[in-house]
């Protein structure tokens, strides 16, 4: 009778079935009915069937497994908990309850707990491609890089042809500045890409992702469309009436998850002061919830500032796009992309007659959606724009609005001069030699300007490359590719992150900051330059690699903008060469002296103003 669709007709059989006082000997006909009834829709009949079983075979794991399993899949985790730590009491060796119980912790955020039963059912259940691919995605979510590379290994051990675990290693591996199969992993990520897009569907490869690899500006905009592409379906509004010369103040709406403690929402919480109302009326529609940990004080600082600040995180897409429409925005602003905590299904809709993206998604969107992108000439030059869906509004001469003037005026007070070996000992840098940094995220590192670094320190006695010191992984595995190119670790300074408030003060402690090419400094970039920290960099061809070289042109320092590899490796160490203590006519304290002037010089100093 279920297998020809007629459940509840089977639950009412298999009920007349029992016995008047059902016995142990009774309890898989009882799990059948639990199953009839579940498969007829009737939860109530179907949940309390479910617990008869176990009463009749208290001491079988199945039936508990089968209780947690009902709960797990009606969003009912805080039952399924004990159901399943129950089935795995009574039996260890159960491989599929120890991955359920991992399941349900990992669906709660929970991934430390999820963890030692995630390990468990990989080891009891060795050829069960599920367990390996559940305890790899325990560990990234844990951001724990080095560990998730060998579980998405081993998941393609089981399953060589794992898309999904392919894209994911060569992620964590970018993460982990694990090199050891770079070309390999590249290639069968593009690999899937090709199939992916012959077979016309969303591809494994995220659009984000993609920008720190050597994904052409050309498989960018692939990626990106069969990702947009996911809201075809999507009806969008209609607006009806264009804008007259005696209209009202042009409402403006600006959406993003990072209202917040962010380096985008510091910067937004400042620009909302400076609109003209009589010109243009803010609104910011938040997609991430209230958060006192995260906030700090520019959440509020925004809502003080905009007409209104509307939180839609727990609102669907429609109805998010629905209030933003409601309130009359007839310019939207994207500041996500494909970025964490992005809502593209929002834009999809259509809730602004012009939708623009901004600042926070530095690549194309690869969407009918979003109509213009917020860019200038040296990010995406002219010849780049059939690679970018959207049409370029260039902000001239720089696209890049930086506060670090209101956010960080510690930065005012730094000297022109070179710093002192006090103030290096201060932040801990115990050398009087040259400083190289670079305070990008690690997964920017890429083996070739890791290469090119290397090369600079051999070639400039006793200076040291400034690096953040996370993820540990990433740190270990630096420091071997370096001792393998014959430069000691030592010479590898490795920091943690610092407070807000002084992180400009130490950055300025460095000589020359050398940008990551296949993705640039952005905030970092602004951080550097406040801190008179002069910037060396490779541009290349997508937006995300070209923003440094954008930032230190519209200083009027194209000097620091290197053509190729080699030069950008001469440049570097031409001028740590020429610096000496106290020097201020070297090359470096020239450039140093320069760019604390521009700073403040009112020709240059547009990404400060």
């Not at 579980?151 to 794992?162: E, G, K, N, R, T």
């Not at 264009?242 to 380096?263: N, T």
């Not at 700090?296 to 209030?323: I, K, T, W």
């Amino acid at each position: 009778l279920r297998g020809a669709g007629r459940s509840r007709q089977a639950a009412e059989e298999l009920t007349r079935a029992l016995p008047p006082s059902p016995k142990p000997n009774t309890a898989n006909m009882m799990a059948l009915i639990a199953q009839a009834w579940e498969a007829a829709g009737d939860e109530a009949k179907a949940e309390a069937a479910y617990k008869e079983t176990t009463a009749l075979a208290p001491s079988s794991e199945v039936a508990w497994y089968n209780l947690g399993y009902y709960h797990m899949t009606h969003g009912d985790y805080d039952s399924a908990v004990p159901a399943f730590l129950q089935s795995v009491k009574l039996s260890p060796g159960f491989g599929k309850g120890h991955e359920a119980v991992g399941a349900v912790y990992f669906g709660q955020g929970e991934e430390e707990k999820a963890l030692p039963y995630l390990l468990e059912a990989r080891r009891l259940m060795p050829d069960s491609v599920n367990a390996h691919l559940n305890y790899a995605n325990a560990l990234g979510k844990l951001e724990r890089a080095g560990e998730a590379v060998a579980a998405y290994q081993s998941v393609l051990d089981v399953d060589p042809s794992h898309a999904d675990a392919a894209n994911k290693l060569a992620h964590f591996a970018v993460q982990a500045c694990d090199w050891r199969d770079y070309n390999a992993n590249f290639k069968r990520v593009t690999s899937i890409l090709r199939d992916d897009l012959a077979a016309n569907r969303t591809t494994r490869l995220i659009p984000f992702n993609a920008l720190v690899l050597p994904v052409s500006p050309a498989d960018q905009l692939l990626i990106a469309r069969s990702h947009a592409a996911k809201h075809d379906s999507v009806v969008p509004f209609r607006h009806m009436r264009g804008r007259g010369k005696g209209d009202a103040p042009l409402k403006v709406g600006y959406l993003s998850a990072d209202f917040r403690d962010h380096p985008v929402g510091r910067d937004l919480s400042n620009i909302f002061i400076m609109h003209r109302r009589r010109f243009a009326i803010p609104y910011a529609y938040a997609q991430n919830p209230p958060h006192p940990q995260h906030d700090g004080p520019y959440r509020q600082r925004v809502a003080d500032h905009v007409d209104a600040l509307r939180d839609v995180n727990a609102l669907p897409d429609r109805e998010a796009a629905s209030l933003i429409q409601g309130d009359g925005i007839e310019v939207l602003v994207d500041l996500m992309g494909y970025t964490h905590g992005a809502r593209e299904g929002i834009l999809a809709h259509r809730p602004a007659p012009v939708q623009v993206a901004f600042k926070g998604y530095m690549s194309t969107t690869g969407s009918s959606y979003v109509s213009h992108l917020i860019s200038d000439a040296p990010s995406v030059p002219a010849e780049a724009a059939p690679f970018y869906s959207e049409k370029q509004v260039y902000l001239r001469p720089v696209f890049v609005a930086s506060t670090h003037p209101i956010n960080h005026e510690e930065g005012r007070q730094i000297s022109a001069e070179p710093p002192t070996k006090k103030e290096r000992l201060d932040s801990g840098l115990n050398t009087t030699g040259f400083v190289y940094a670079c305070f990008n995220s690690l997964y920017k590192v890429s083996p070739s300007v890791f290469d090119a670094w290397m090369r600079v320190l051999s070639a400039v006695p006793n200076s040291v490359l400034w690096l953040l010191e996370e993820p540990r992984e990433a740190r270990d595995n630096l420091c071997r590719h370096a001792e393998r190119q014959g430069v000691n670790c030592s010479r590898l300074v490795f920091t943690p992150k610092v407070e807000l408030w002084r992180h400009i003060l130490v950055k300025s402690r460095a000589d020359l900051f050398l940008d990551t090419p296949i993705y640039n400094a952005h905030t970092t970039a602004a951080d550097s330059l406040w801190a008179t920290v002069p910037i060396l960099t490779l541009p290349r061809e997508k937006m995300a690699s070209r923003v440094a070289a954008s930032l230190v042109v519209s200083l009027g320092m194209p000097e620091l903008v290197a053509r190729t590899m080699d030069e950008y490796v001469r440049l570097a160490i031409l001028l740590g060469k020429a610096h000496f203590p106290g020097c201020r006519r070297c090359p470096s304290a020239k450039l140093r002296a320069k760019l604390h002037r521009r700073r403040f010089d009112e020709a240059h100093n547009h990404m400060f103003d």
